[in-house]
């Protein structure tokens, strides 16, 4: 079931995903980054020992927690490509100092409502 659900995430990153181009890192990227949120519910369902995938399907708090310890892992390596796939496509086209400097998202890893109102001001 873990091999599974690893093949399943890294066929949604990869198949039909081939953008030519200067996007294609950047595809690349985007997805991995929309896959790593996608999971992110799943490992809190995931978390405790009284959860509600636990109580629906009757499997032990044990078991569980082997799926959760999967899914992060998974969710580590999503996060990981969205990570280098970024950077080596900037590097490659002569884009990191660009993006360090004009991107909110660079120095922080995300950006937040509130930078994004003070940008805009």
Known sequence: MLILY???VLGLEFFSN???GAQHY???GLRAALLS???LPLIVLLAGKNNFIGYVTGVSY???NVLHRWVARTLF???TIHGFSQVYGWSRYGLVTI???TD???PRGMRTPLIAIADTA
């Open 6 to 8: 690893l093949s399943f």
């Open 18 to 20: 081939n953008i030519e």
């Open 26 to 28: 950047e595809a690349i």
């Open 37 to 39: 949120t996608a999971q």
């Open 62 to 64: 044990e078991r569980l």
């Open 77 to 79: 390596l999503t996060a």
């Open 99 to 101: 993006e360090s400097q």
């Open 104 to 106: 909110a998202c660079w």
